[in-house]
């Protein structure tokens, strides 16, 4: 059975509304199916009832910044009541210090005589400010686009570019993931419930295990096997640890958005599909 556990929308730094990413996951013969958007469940609501319309299983997802004794990482978490007043203070603590962030930015860029205006951008977002959707709207702007392609010394930028130069840039300001403190999650979990899951572990190359030994003594689930950023190799190591902390596998598309342009492969769904079957002990989520 087609499953997605972990994919995004406009409620963060996705593309598609929730009710388009369900259409698109129905085209793609997806049964059951959680949105994890970024520190924020503002888009739950009119995803599940989107999946209802269409017969997939919605699952109560969100992605979250952490942070535990100086480390950082990303969880998912599954199945909780995203109805609790305690999650939603704590989300919009971590909202708050976000857009303080991309502010102080945004005033830095203005400073240095980019034509933006950071208020009308940051009103755009009432919820998680997504720096990929920042970047749009300040490369929108014609003279904001030269500047940027003279001063990289590129005919073409990415996002990646911009990210790198003008906003994790100690010379403009360090933009940082709005962390929650893991303690605190797990501490809430115990009142409203779910399973949290260590997310695409191997994005960044290497799997720290020291780390997995620590999350499993403090009562995480699980671990993401299936994920794009992945290598195969990646993949079966992971396999290998699950079995070793007998955890709960996910998988998930990681989907934002169309590549565009001209390029073939549009979507990581193009070639790459997460079957339940390979998930080891992954029912206790979906079922």
Known sequence: ?????????????????????????????????????????????????????????????IEIYVKLKGRSFNILWYNFDDTSPELHNILRESQRRRRKLVRNILIKLKQKKFKLDPDKILDKYNHYVPIN??????????????????ELKKKEVREGDIISEYFRNPKVGNLRNSFIGFERILKLRKKIGGQIILCHPAKHSYIREDLLVELKKLGIDGIETLSPHHSLGAIMYIQFLARQFDFIETGGSDFHRFEGGTYRLQKSWDYFKIESEYLRKVKKIIA
């Open 133 to 150: 959707h920042v970047v749009d709207d300040f490369l929108s702007v014609p003279q904001n686009l030269a500047r940027v392609k003279k």
């Open 1 to 61: 059975m087609l499953i997605d556990l972990q994919f995004h929308s406009t409620y963060s730094d996705g593309y598609l509304t929730p009710t388009q990413l369900v259409k698109l996951m129905h085209r793609q013969g997806i049964k059951v199916a959680a949105l994890t958007d970024h520190n924020t469940v503002s888009g739950v609501y009119e995803f599940k009832n989107a999946c209802k319309k269409l017969g997939i299983k919605a699952i109560t997802g």
